[in-house]
Structures are given as structure tokens and as C-alpha cells.
């Protein structure tokens, strides 16, 4: 057996022995989750499931959020007859109402028992027939009989005919604490479960409450700063949910358009999934990138085709959308350009055709590289732009107003001049939008070193004058095109001709200069233009 799976105790350490533990287990697999929605029919119900999912594979996972639940809806952690009849602190519950709660409770018959009632766990632990057919006869049996009656009995006088009510509140807690992450997990795996019966007896309304966190965690995910570029983004990306169709957003770099699409993601967790496309060529890295966006599991020694078949599968179950920023790298890159695009073909034949939505965020590099693969191979992109529901250009620049707003998140105390320094930096910036926040970060920095938690004006103007402009210069000179290194010529030594007039001074011998000169060249750098800033 694999010593991930087994390691004797007083065996030999071996690191990979905690692979397998269950405290590494982080987040419900996509691939069951969608096997479980599958008996699902409202779509509702559907996308709750899939919120829940993509909660589980944050930090801390359900265990961690189900903890944050016991938190903020503590008074609703009680049974329907506590909820009913109250939990304030110091509340008693009398005979009546102690029996309406432990009747809601796991063996509460049981455990809370009122004044008057019989053990009856004693009661059946006592035998009705003696072992020994002589007791019968001797009276020894008897006498113990009645002996365990009276003490049963007394038992039963001395309890008490009324209940706190934070007992029952404690034990809530208690069970909540030791059992919701496996009630949460049994919700999004259990296809004999109805969502409807799905709550806790401890929190019967679990499944309400799950909707009403949805709901405000959907708020909270809502960009403080909303720009031009960012609602045409938004505008596409609702499109292509609702159509389930391509949809192809095309703008220049550093123009907010991947900031728009993770906010958006963050809004519809039950309903898409954000993708980074990575830069490799391998198939194997781009299918592990969909897998994690997903969650669906993909061992170390799994090979491509594994995992593209489980992604499939989910996908198809699920109709997740994705959003693949950097869609550019879903063509052939280096040399592979000579081959057809297969990432592009998957995606239309395993995503589009199946009703999967799809949306490429992407920037003008994304066309130049398909002229390029048409011109380079057999492959012809008829198919392709024929699936293209929408192509969304997006603005190559935002307004001042739309700086202005991304400058008040990143410095949301900021004066008018803070506010002005840095849009006026973002705008001779080559950086654009990262600017702003380069800028931003260096002055928390500087405001960090002496000591305050709040930026000032001084602190912003600090870095772009002392830190963020004469980096920007040097990264520029340094990108410069280097003159091409010329072979130094060796030095002939001549002998000095004899003068014709002794009156004139000796030629000397005129050695060339060795070294190289270094004169950056070329376009001009716009950040270099940028001497100080106002004020």
C-alpha cells in the first residue's frame, strides 16, 4: 500500500506519510457537486449549491465558514419550540415547554427528564426475570427489584420541573460547532437530500440563511470604483451568461479590464468561474488552471486526458460559465505556432457546443496571433468567429472622472491634490491604472516607515518624485536598444617621423579610445516627461 495511504506507527518518517490527511482536504470536488445538482430543478437551488462549493475551497474551507455562520446568526442556532417560546438569557422553561423543546432534540426524552418521570433507560436496564431460576425462589430477586423501583423513584421526585433555556442554547451551539461543516458537505454531495430538508435540527434554517448570506456577500463583492471600460465589461459578461453564447471583449493592457472580470465573477459565485490562462504550451497546465478555478481534483501524476474528462463532465453537468482572461495564450505560442490551435478548438467543441457559457478577455494580441496561425497553417477561423455571439472593443483610455474614481479607492482618504497627483501621473504613465496603484503603495509605505497608518499628500508626491518616476526612468533606459559592440581594433605603434623643422612640436602617436560610449536612443518615454507634480 502507499505510504500516503498507510505508515505503521514507530515507522521511519517520510514526509509524503501526511499526504492523505483528512486536514489537507480543502474544498468539494466540482465534478460530485455536479452530480448532485443534476436532481436539482430549480436553478435557484442550483447556483446556492455551487456558492457553497466555491466558498469551500477559500481559506479555511467549510470548516471556517461554517464557523463564520455560528457567528453572525447565533440567535438563530435553536430549534423551532426555541424559537418559538424564546432563549433570552436567564428565560426558564417550564414542564410544558421543556417538553415541546426536547422533542426536537436528539434523545432529549432521554436526557432531560422533569420532575416525576422514570429513567427509562434504567428501567429496561433492569431485567424482568431473575438469571438464576433459585432467586425466584429465595426472595433475593424481589427484594432487589423493589429496592431498584424505590431508587428509581426517588430519582424521579428530586428532578426538577423547569429548564434553563440557555441549556438548550448551549447545546445548539455545541452541536453546531462539532457538526454544520458535515451537514453543509452532505447538502452539496447528497443527491437523496431535498434541499428543503436539508437543515439541522440545531439550525432549521440553515438553507433561508445560506440564501440570505449569498445575498450580502454579493453586495460586499460590488467594485467601489465602477469605470466606463469596466461597465462595457460587465455589460458583455451579462450578456454571455444569459445568451450562453462567445463573447469576445478585446481592450488594450492596464485599462481595468481584469479587475471588471474578477469583480463580476464575485458577483455570480453560484454561476461562473474566473480562469487565468496560463502562458505554457503544455495541455496539461491549461486543463490544471480550469480544474483549480473549478475545483475539481487533479493528482500530480493525472495526465491531460484524465482531467479534461472530469472538467468536461462538470461543465456539462453544470453549465458553469467561464471567464478565460488572457485569452491570447489559448493560441500556439514560440514555435508551436506552426500547429492548430487545440485550446481554441477545446473550447469550442467541448465548451460552446455543449451550451457551456464562454467569455475571452483579451487584449489586441488576440487577433494579431490568429492571423498569424491562419497564415502559418491549415487552420481556418470560420468556425470560430461563427460562435462569437458578441465582440466587445473597449476604449483604449478612460475619462479623468474615471481615474479620479480608482485614484479614491486606493487612497480613500486622500485630499483633491492626493486624488490630483495621481491621476495626473497615471495619465504620462505608461503603467496607466497600475500607476495609481504603484504610486498608492509606495506612499503607504513611506507613511508606514514613520509611523502612520494614514497617507498624505506629501507622502504621495514623495514617491512619485523620489521613488516611482526615477524607476520608471531607469526601467526606460534601461529598455532602450543597446548599440551593438563594436571588436576593438589593436593599436599600431608608429615611429614618429623625423621633422623637417626642428622649431615645429613632435607628432605624437594618437591612440584610439577603447571604451564604449552609451547614448540611450530611440522613442522618448512619456514617464520621463513628468519632472514633479503640482503643488
Given amino acids: 500500500m502507499s505510504s500516503t495511504r498507510h505508515a505503521p506507527p514507530g515507522s521511519p518518517l517520510k514526509q509524503n506519510r501526511y499526504a492523505s490527511s483528512p486536514e489537507l482536504e480543502t474544498g468539494l470536488l466540482a465534478n460530485m457537486v455536479a452530480k448532485r445538482c443534476t436532481v436539482l430543478p430549480r436553478p435557484e437551488d442550483r447556483e446556492l449549491i455551487w456558492f457553497v462549493q466555491s466558498l469551500s475551497h477559500q481559506d479555511g474551507g467549510l470548516k471556517r465558514f461554517a464557523a463564520e455562520l455560528c457567528e453572525l446568526y447565533a440567535p438563530r442556532l435553536?430549534?423551532?419550540?426555541?424559537?418559538?417560546?424564546?432563549?433570552?438569557?436567564g428565560q426558564l422553561y417550564n414542564a410544558r415547554q421543556v417538553e415541546q423543546v426536547r422533542a426536537e432534540i436528539p434523545g432529549g426524552e432521554f436526557a432531560y427528564l422533569l420532575q416525576g418521570e422514570d429513567d427509562l433507560l434504567t428501567f429496561l436496564g433492569n431485567p424482568s426475570s431473575p438469571a438464576d431460576p433459585m432467586d425466584r425462589y429465595t426472595g433475593e430477586w424481589e427484594r432487589e427489584q423493589q429496592a431498584a423501583a424505590a431508587k428509581r423513584k426517588d430519582a424521579a421526585e428530586k428532578r426538577p420541573n423547569t429548564y434553563a433555556a440557555s441549556i438548550f442554547s448551549g447545546l445548539c451551539r455545541t452541536a453546531a460547532s462539532d457538526s454544520l461543516e458535515r451537514h453543509l458537505t452532505e447538502l452539496c454531495l447528497d443527491p437523496a437530500k431535498p434541499l428543503a430538508a436539508g437543515a439541522p435540527w440545531f439550525f432549521p434554517s440553515l438553507v433561508s440563511?445560506?440564501?440570505?448570506y449569498m445575498a450580502e456577500?454579493?453586495?460586499?463583492?460590488?467594485?467601489?470604483?465602477?469605470?466606463?471600460?469596466?461597465?462595457n465589461v460587465c455589460d458583455a459578461l451579462d450578456y454571455a451568461l444569459e445568451s450562453g453564447r462567445l463573447v469576445l471583449i478585446d481592450g488594450m493592457a492596464r485599462t481595468g479590464k481584469t479587475f471588471a472580470a474578477k469583480a463580476w465573477v464575485a458577483q455570480h459565485p453560484g454561476r461562473a468561474r474566473y480562469v487565468q490562462v496560463p502562458s505554457s504550451k503544455d495541455e496539461i497546465g491549461f486543463f490544471r488552471a480550469i480544474a483549480s478555478a473549478l475545483g475539481v481534483s487533479c493528482g500530480l501524476s493525472w495526465k491531460a486526458v484524465q482531467l479534461r474528462d472530469r472538467i468536461e463532465d462538470a461543465l456539462k453537468a453544470s453549465k458553469l460559465m467561464l471567464v478565460f482572461d488572457e485569452a491570447h495564450y489559448l493560441f500556439p505560442t514560440t514555435d508551436c505556432r506552426?500547429?492548430?490551435?487545440?485550446?481554441?478548438?477545446?473550447?469550442?467543441?467541448?465548451?460552446?457546443?455543449?451550451?457551456?457559457?464562454?467569455?475571452?478577455v483579451t487584449t489586441p494580441q488576440f487577433i494579431r496571433t490568429q492571423k498569424v496561425?491562419?497564415?502559418?497553417?491549415?487552420?481556418t477561423s470560420e468556425q470560430f468567429i461563427g460562435r462569437i455571439g458578441h465582440y466587445q472593443p473597449l476604449p483604449d483610455t478612460l475619462s479623468a472622472d474615471d481615474?479620479?474614481?480608482v485614484a479614491k479607492t486606493y487612497v480613500p482618504q486622500g485630499d483633491a491634490k492626493s486624488i490630483k497627483a495621481l491621476v495626473l501621473y497615471a495619465e504620462s504613465s505608461a503603467k496607466y491604472l497600475a500607476g495609481i496603484e504603484a504610486v498608492a503603495c509606495r506612499a503607504?509605505?513611506?507613511?508606514?516607515?514613520?509611523?502612520?497608518?494614514?497617507?498624505e499628500y506629501g507622502d504621495i508626491k514623495r514617491a512619485i518624485q523620489e521613488s516611482v518616476i526615477p524607476s520608471d526612468r531607469a526601467f526606460a533606459s534601461a529598455m532602450q536598444p543597446t548599440p551593438r559592440a563594436r571588436r576593438s581594433q589593436p593599436v599600431k605603434a608608429f615611429s614618429a617621423p623625423l621633422q623637417a623643422r626642428f622649431t615645429e612640436p613632435?607628432?605624437?602617436?594618437?591612440?584610439?579610445?577603447?571604451?564604449?560610449?552609451?547614448s540611450p536612443g530611440g522613442q522618448r518615454n512619456r514617464v520621463a516627461e513628468l519632472d514633479a507634480v503640482p503643488g
Fill in 78 to 89: 435553536a430549534t423551532p419550540a426555541m424559537q418559538r417560546l424564546g432563549a433570552k438569557p
Fill in 209 to 212: 440563511t445560506l440564501r440570505e
Fill in 217 to 231: 456577500w454579493i453586495t460586499r463583492q460590488q467594485p467601489r470604483a465602477v469605470t466606463s471600460i469596466g461597465r
Fill in 338 to 360: 506552426y500547429s492548430l490551435p487545440g485550446r481554441i478548438n477545446w473550447v469550442m467543441t467541448a465548451l460552446i457546443n455543449q451550451g457551456v457559457p464562454v467569455a475571452l
Fill in 373 to 379: 496561425v491562419e497564415a502559418r497553417t491549415n487552420w
Fill in 403 to 405: 481615474l479620479e474614481a
Fill in 444 to 455: 503607504q509605505y513611506i507613511a508606514g516607515k514613520e509611523g502612520r497608518t494614514a497617507t
Fill in 506 to 518: 613632435e607628432t605624437g602617436v594618437q591612440t584610439p579610445f577603447s571604451g564604449r560610449e552609451i
